[in-house]
């Protein structure tokens, strides 16, 4: 893409109501746009990001059999009552509004309640199962606080997946499959390395849970780790019995600040009880589902890499979910110069690189101020400077290493890796 073609401008000052730092960074670097607290819109390089982030949880949800699926954002509330979680004492997270035909509606926080309701429809038989379905989706949750960008909004994408199972034993199979589809989620966004797994005490409803949290600054949770032994503990279960059975010490354990950037939940047979939704078993017996719960925040997740993949000059993205691999900057008023890095974009887009190309009328300072602030994991600059340095300047956005490479070795350059 051409630069002068994107709509979105950087800005030096981020609204100065906005005091999160990915949301300062993606708001002045033109991928996001506030609309209100914990309210923001994915401009074109943002949603390229989303989209990015989006094909990694698809492939690793398909790779488990999980099927692809949609469903409304607006909801009944007599789907939420039979287990009371219409209830805003309950559930303190709910918008909700009239139809002006009468009735009450919510926007879906979360979609247990109306999947379950739906499977009525689908699943009788032990031969239905097991059914695992996810979606991406708009979650609405009225939050009381939304201070920290995209990490805590009162609407996000969240990737929400649901397993129905006939026993504990398909259950528990599938459970497994989706921790270890998790840990390659978060190891190909980049954040592998700093993601835990941590157990949890469930919600009123369920029967235990797991927490995928991240080492984040910004983020809210607290847990204790130990790197070498691969051992997380969450706050709300850290305690002698604990570290007892883990057979570690205090002493062994170091205190970081994470963002929860999963969370799965098992809820046994329970909510499928309430709800009615049962099958008929090998004997013909009425038995009731299994039901699993296994959210992603698709952007929070974008959040959490904004803080922690950036430094001073802007942001920094990996490989595999920056919406450019490479930014193309082309300086002075040589035609021959110009020429040279039209040339080079052509072949790179030929070649399937994703490439931004700053064809913009600007000097050096403002277009090398501009790509460090968004943050592509290569720059090249094809400049006269660059020509007597013996080619064209790749820098490296992450390590700052620079290269000089022959135009013509520029493609191989890139597909070698
Ligand atoms: P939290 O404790 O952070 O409020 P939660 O327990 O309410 O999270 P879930 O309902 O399990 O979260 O949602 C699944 C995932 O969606 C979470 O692990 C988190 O990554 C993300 N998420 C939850 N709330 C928000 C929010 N307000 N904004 C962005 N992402 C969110
Ligand atoms: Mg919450």
């Given at each position: 893409?051409?630069?002068?073609?994107?709509?979105?401008?950087?800005?030096?000052?981020?609204?100065?109501?906005?005091?999160?730092?990915?949301?300062?960074?993606?708001?002045?670097?033109?991928?996001?746009?506030?609309?209100?607290?914990?309210?923001?819109?994915?401009?074109?390089?943002?949603?390229?990001?989303?989209?990015?982030?989006?094909?990694?949880?698809?492939?690793?949800?398909?790779?488990?059999?999980?099927?692809?699926?949609?469903?409304?954002?607006?909801?009944?509330?007599?789907?939420?009552?039979?287990?009371?979680?219409?209830?805003?004492?309950?559930?303190d997270?709910?918008?909700?509004?009239?139809?002006?035909?009468?009735?009450?509606?919510?926007?879906?926080?979360?979609?247990?309640?109306?999947?379950?309701?739906?499977?009525?429809?689908?699943?009788?038989?032990?031969?239905?199962?097991?059914?695992?379905?996810?979606?991406?989706?708009?979650?609405?949750?009225?939050?009381?606080?939304?201070?920290?960008?995209?990490?805590?909004?009162?609407?996000?994408?969240?990737?929400?997946?649901?397993?129905?199972?006939?026993?504990?034993?398909?259950?528990?199979?599938?459970?497994?499959?989706?921790?270890?589809?998790?840990?390659?989620?978060?190891?190909?966004?980049?954040?592998?390395?700093?993601?835990?797994?941590?157990?949890?005490?469930?919600?009123?409803?369920?029967?235990?849970?797991?927490?995928?949290?991240?080492i984040?600054?910004?983020?809210?949770?607290?847990?204790?780790?130990?790197?070498?032994?691969?051992?997380?503990?969450?706050?709300?279960?850290?305690?002698?019995?604990?570290?007892?059975?883990?057979?570690?010490?205090?002493?062994?354990?170091?205190?970081?600040?994470?963002?929860?950037?999963?969370?799965?939940f098992?809820?046994?047979?329970?909510?499928?009880?309430?709800?009615?939704?049962?099958?008929?078993?090998e004997?013909?017996?009425?038995?009731?589902?299994?039901?699993?719960?296994?959210?992603?925040?698709?952007?929070?997740?974008?959040?959490?890499?904004?803080?922690?993949?950036?430094?001073?000059?802007?942001?920094?993205w990996?490989?595999?979910?920056?919406?450019f691999?490479?930014?193309?900057?082309?300086?002075?008023?040589?035609?021959?110069?110009?020429?040279?890095?039209?040339?080079l974009?052509?072949?790179?887009?030929?070649?399937?690189?994703?490439?931004?190309?700053?064809?913009?009328?600007?000097?050096?300072?403002q277009?090398?101020?501009?790509?460090?602030?968004?943050?592509?994991?290569?720059?090249?600059?094809?400049?006269?400077k660059?020509?007597?340095?013996?080619?064209?300047?790749?820098t490296?956005?992450?390590?700052?290493?620079?290269?000089?490479?022959?135009?013509?070795?520029?493609?191989?350059?890139?597909?070698?890796?």
């Open positions: 893409m051409k630069q002068s073609a994107l709509f979105t401008k950087t800005r030096k000052e981020a609204p100065s109501d906005e005091t999160s730092k990915n949301a300062q960074l993606l708001i002045r670097a033109g991928y996001i746009n506030k609309e209100m607290a914990g309210v923001y819109d994915l401009l074109p390089l943002g949603m390229k990001v989303v989209e990015n982030i989006k094909s990694i949880v698809r492939e690793e949800m398909n790779a488990i059999s999980g099927q692809e699926f949609i469903m409304s954002s607006l909801q009944t509330k007599e789907v939420w009552t039979p287990t009371n979680r219409w209830d805003d004492d309950v559930v997270v709910w918008f909700k509004s009239d139809l002006k035909a009468g009735g009450e509606i919510g926007f879906g926080w979360s979609h247990e309640e109306p999947i379950v309701e739906m499977m009525k429809n689908h699943v009788n038989s032990y031969k239905d199962l097991p059914v695992n379905v996810y979606q991406f989706q708009n979650k609405f949750r009225n939050e009381l606080r939304a201070k920290s960008g995209l990490m805590r909004g009162r609407e996000f994408v969240m990737k929400d997946m649901y397993s129905f199972s006939k026993d504990a034993e398909q259950h528990e199979l599938f459970y497994q499959k989706t921790i270890e589809a998790y840990h390659r989620c978060y190891q190909r966004l980049g954040i592998g390395e700093d993601t835990f797994i941590t157990f949890a005490a469930g919600g009123a409803f369920t029967e235990f849970s797991h927490e995928f949290q991240t984040c600054e910004a983020g809210e949770d607290e847990i204790y780790i130990n790197r070498e032994k691969g051992i997380a503990i969450n706050e709300e279960v850290y305690n002698e019995k604990t570290l007892k059975e883990l057979g570690i010490t205090e002493d062994d354990l170091e205190k970081v600040t994470t963002a929860e950037v999963g969370n799965i098992n809820f046994g047979t329970q909510k499928c009880e309430e709800m009615n939704l049962f099958f008929n078993d004997q013909g017996k009425q038995t009731p589902i299994h039901l699993g719960s296994y959210g992603i925040g698709i952007t929070r997740v974008m959040g959490v890499i904004a803080e922690n993949m950036s430094d001073e000059k802007g942001l920094v990996p490989e595999e979910i920056a919406p691999t490479i930014h193309l900057l082309t300086f002075g008023k040589n035609e021959n110069i110009f020429r040279e890095a039209e040339n974009y052509h072949d790179l887009k030929k070649a399937g690189i994703e490439v931004l190309f700053d064809d913009r009328d600007l000097g050096p300072g277009k090398l101020n501009d790509a460090d602030l968004m943050g592509m994991p290569y720059r090249i600059v094809v400049s006269e660059a020509a007597e340095n013996g080619g064209v300047e790749i490296h956005r992450n390590s700052g290493e620079v290269e000089y490479v022959d135009p013509a070795r520029v493609i191989a350059y890139f597909m070698e890796g």
